[in-house]
């Protein structure tokens, strides 16, 4: 049983950030992975920090999740948060077009913290099984993500849909920005 233990201690673990404006489904959207449960009540999120281990491409790897706080008050913090972080989920609510202009600037927060364009980050429209409502097109999402040449989806934590694979993906991003190839100098090997 020794080598388990040795395996266990290569596993690579990540630090990701939940960003997004007040209720689009962050908490929800992190919960509904990290417990498989969804949470109907909605109370603000000063911040909340979960951990869960996650299988990617047949890596085992650990999740550190800080599920942020949408309220404007809490933005100063927020550079806090991107200078911690090595990878984003930018969460908007697709049947709120307010909060999908709002994920704009929080993209431009993290480039200017960390200072670098190719920074891990995931689009993601959250609530599609609230397509009758539905404000913000697919075709809007796609688009900004192509824009900032980052994956894009639409998910519901309320059925599930789609939140398994965007924490795999967002690992799988990390995976590539943290490999060595020549100019990209990423910081996964100078986090103390």
């Known amino acids: 049983r020794k080598e388990l233990g040795v395996r ?3 596993m690579r673990e ?4 939940v960003l997004g ?3 689009v489904g962050k908490s929800a959207l992190t919960v509904q992975f990290v417990t498989g449960s969804f949470i109907e009540k909605y109370d603000p999120t000063i911040e909340d920090f ?3 281990e996650i299988e990617v491409d047949s890596s085992p790897s650990v999740l550190e999740i800080l599920d942020t706080a949408g309220t404007e008050q809490f933005a100063s913090m927020r550079d806090l948060y991107i200078k911690n972080g090595q990878g ?3 969460v908007y609510s697709l049947v709120n077009q307010q909060s999908f202009q709002d994920i704009k600037p929080m993209r431009d927060q993290i480039i200017r913290v960390k200072r670098y364009e190719k920074v891990p980050m995931i689009l993601v429209g959250n609530k599609v099984d609230l397509e009758g409502e539905r404000e913000v097109s697919y ?3 796609k688009a900004l993500a192509e ?3 980052c994956p894009f989806m639409e998910t519901s934590a309320k059925n599930k849909a789609s939140v398994d694979e965007l924490f795999a993906e967002i690992v799988r991003q990390m995976n590539y ?3 060595p190839n020549g100019d990209d100098q990423c910081c996964s090997s100078c986090v103390i």
């Not at 990540?14 to 950030?17: C, H, P, R, S």
């Open 50 to 52: 979960y951990r869960k």
């Open 14 to 17: 990540y630090k990701v950030v």
């Open 88 to 90: 984003f989920i930018l």
């Open 147 to 149: 824009e900032w040449s």
């Open 8 to 10: 266990s201690g290569a």
């Open 139 to 141: 075709g809007e999402g």
């Open 21 to 23: 404006s007040g209720g």
């Open 177 to 179: 920005a943290s490999q």
